[in-house]
């Protein structure tokens, strides 16, 4: 995994000599300057995590969203469909994770609010207990369940438009930094923790301890 904070320094037309033609004919396509800088970032942070973890040269590698609107890694211009991939990108950074298994992060800011609208139209009822309950450690307790949502819905493929309803939250162990997750047909221990030289950004990473439910096959 790799996490890039954008300081400024970094120039878009540097950023862009990390992209295949494929990907600068997508970044094109983006006329708004900081979606397209948000991109760029999230692009260059999985080509480094590739390379740090497969020794993939960054000019080999191309991120290509699928049909479903999820990235997909290609090297050398065929799909590498044994690896997976992921990408989040908030104000002022992104990150992105590799794996051989499927696998989902997401990041936001730490002091990123949740108004109680979004709380009460996006969670259950559980979740709302959770979300508002006292954390024991000042977790941002209602964003920590958002990204862990997230996260999980991104290692299971879910479309995030769509994975409101069938992703939830069933307990949390703050202690542990560990959230109990649930989807269809999985269950997931989806890790948060607090991430950043500053401590200023919440990551969510799923992908590392599901197993599947009593009626996954009913």
Same mark, same amino acid.
Request: charged fraction near 25%.
């Given at each position: 995994? !790799?996490? @890039?904070?954008?300081?400024?320094? %970094?120039?878009?037309?540097? %950023?862009?000599?990390?992209?295949?033609?494929?990907?600068?004919?997508?970044?094109?396509?983006?006329?708004?300057?900081?979606?397209?800088?948000? =991109?760029? %970032?999230?692009?260059?942070?999985?080509?480094?995590?590739?390379?740090?973890?497969?020794?993939?040269?960054?000019?080999?590698? !191309?991120? @290509?969203?699928?049909?479903?609107?999820?990235?997909?890694?290609?090297?050398?211009?065929?799909?590498?469909? /044994?690896?997976?991939?992921?990408?989040?990108?908030?104000?002022?950074?992104?990150? #992105?994770?590799?794996?051989?298994? *499927?696998?989902? &992060?997401?990041?936001?800011? =730490?002091?990123? *609010?949740?108004?109680?609208?979004?709380?009460?139209?996006?969670?259950?009822?559980?979740?709302?207990?959770?979300?508002?309950?006292?954390?024991?450690?000042?977790?941002?307790? #209602?964003?920590?369940?958002?990204?862990?949502?997230?996260?999980?819905?991104?290692?299971?493929?879910?479309?995030?438009?769509?994975?409101?309803?069938? &992703?939830?939250? $069933?307990?949390?162990?703050?202690?542990? #930094?560990?959230?109990?997750?649930?989807?269809?047909?999985?269950?997931?221990?989806?890790? &948060?923790?607090?991430?950043?030289?500053?401590?200023?950004?919440? %990551?969510?990473?799923?992908? /590392?301890?599901?197993? *599947? /439910?009593?009626? $996954?096959?009913?």
């Amino acid at each position: 995994m !790799a996490q @890039i904070r954008d300081d400024g320094s %970094l120039v878009e037309a540097e %950023l862009a000599l990390f992209l295949t033609e494929r990907e600068i004919a997508a970044c094109r396509l983006k006329k708004d300057s900081p979606a397209r800088r948000n =991109w760029l %970032l999230g692009r260059l942070a999985v080509k480094a995590a590739a390379y740090r973890r497969w020794w993939f040269d960054p000019d080999r590698l !191309a991120i @290509i969203n699928n049909e479903a609107g999820a990235p997909e890694l290609m090297v050398n211009g065929r799909p590498k469909t /044994t690896r997976s991939i992921s990408i989040s990108h908030t104000s002022g950074a992104a990150v #992105g994770a590799v794996a051989e298994n *499927p696998v989902g &992060v997401d990041l936001e800011r =730490w002091e990123r *609010p949740l108004s109680p609208q979004l709380i009460d139209w996006a969670f259950s009822e559980s979740e709302r207990r959770l979300a508002l309950a006292p954390s024991g450690q000042e977790w941002p307790a #209602g964003l920590a369940l958002w990204c862990a949502r997230e996260a999980a819905a991104k290692a299971w493929g879910i479309p995030l438009l769509n994975h409101l309803a069938q &992703v939830r939250v $069933k307990a949390t162990d703050w202690a542990s #930094g560990q959230l109990t997750v649930a989807g269809p047909g999985w269950v997931e221990r989806v890790a &948060v923790s607090r991430s950043g030289e500053s401590g200023d950004y919440l %990551l969510a990473v799923a992908g /590392t301890g599901r197993r *599947p /439910t009593a009626d $996954k096959h009913k």
